[in-house]
């Protein structure tokens, strides 16, 4: 059963008692005040914004185009619970515009010559491979210092984050720009992460997800009558994530070598333009042209840009696998996945290799 939303009174009530409460743990952590303190006003206004989705479709003053995204978000949000059986809460029936394209700037880094992610650590969700800023300015900062210790670092805006259920998190306004099924697309993804999730293992918990965003996805187009998504767009984002998985696992052969360092360095850039060579190739020989990646592939290259892939990718296939391997039941698929969460990570990796090989 769902449960009632509180009234706004009672929330702001709740929330203005257990925020300096959380706030007091979280400054008890090793991180800094100032970050701390921007995490929770952050989320703090973002929870001052939230609106029922009903009371957003009823009102004939607001956006008509707004209302009727909201309303085609309701029902892939029922889909969700009812046949994909992601959590059946407030989350995602609520709306909050928070007056930028982005809710958050997520600040990667890396060491020169490796490709595992400097982590962060937090009392709720353990350690994640970036560091989260409600403010560009301020993830721009963090960049900066971060280059400054000889680091290679990369920024990337995220539409939507989840609170893994402690907050009902709402469909915001950063969410709304690429279409309903994209909009779709996102509440699977971030249900997922309320469904199972994992302390510590950033790249298990975005798989995960991931791979839960595109079954979903396949299975809500087949329940409106819609064909498998077989148009271009798709078929080249595949082959690009593949490309850029294929240069991860040659740097991080290479980064295993004990070559000199200026050796390394001249290595590393020859692979990025490798990776450049492979894409315009792929781009005008394949794509007829289509220059849809041309700004992220001629932008400036290091191995924190490719963070993001290797963490949301590198075990979609083990999902997959794992999914077949239950005959595509859901609940025999989520206690599966949550059996290999409780497991240690090594022999989770293991495991999750031998998933992917099959």
Request: proline residues 5%.
């Amino acid at each position: 059963m769902i449960r009632p939303l509180p009234s706004p009174g009672l929330l702001d009530r709740v929330l203005r008692v257990l925020f300096p409460s959380v706030l007091f743990l979280l400054l008890n952590g090793c991180a800094s005040v100032s970050y701390y303190s921007q995490l929770a006003s952050g989320q703090w206004q973002l929870l001052r914004a939230r609106e029922p989705v009903s009371q957003v479709i009823a009102d004939p003053q607001r956006d008509a185009t707004l209302r009727q995204h909201l309303t085609q978000s309701q029902q892939a949000r029922a889909f969700a619970s009812d046949h994909l059986h992601l959590p059946d809460n407030q989350s995602y029936r609520l709306y909050a515009d928070i007056g930028r394209p982005y809710v958050v700037w997520n600040v990667f880094a890396t060491e020169e010559f490796s490709l595992k992610p400097i982590n962060h650590c937090f009392p709720i969700a353990g350690c994640v491979a970036y560091r989260g800023y409600y403010s560009q300015g301020a993830a721009r900062g963090e960049a900066a210092l971060q280059r400054l210790k000889g680091m290679d670092v990369s920024i990337g805006g995220v539409e939507a984050y989840s609170t893994l259920g402690w907050f009902n998190d709402p469909i915001m306004n950063s969410m709304m720009g690429w279409g309903d099924e994209r909009l779709a697309t996102l509440i699977f993804h971030e249900l997922a992460h309320q469904r199972v999730y994992v302390k510590d293992d950033t790249e298990f918990n975005e798989s995960f997800a991931t791979f839960v965003e595109q079954e979903g996805t396949r299975q809500w187009r087949a329940f409106r009558g819609l064909p498998p998504d077989t148009n271009a767009q798709s078929r080249q984002r595949d082959q690009f994530i593949q490309l850029i998985l294929d240069t991860r696992t040659r740097l991080e052969k290479l980064y295993a070598q004990p070559f000199p360092a200026q050796q390394l360095r001249e290595r590393k850039a020859a692979e990025f333009e490798r990776l450049r060579s492979e894409y315009r190739q792929m781009r005008d020989r394949q794509w007829a042209g289509d220059k849809r990646y041309d700004a992220w592939v001629n932008a400036p290259m290091n191995n924190a840009r490719l963070l993001p892939f290797g963490l949301y990718d590198q075990w979609v296939p083990a999902f997959a696998a794992l999914f077949k391997q239950v005959d595509g039941d859901w609940l025999r698929f989520y206690a599966e996945v949550e059996r290999l969460g409780k497991l240690p990570v090594e022999k989770r990796k293991a495991l999750l290799s031998q998933l992917t090989e099959r």
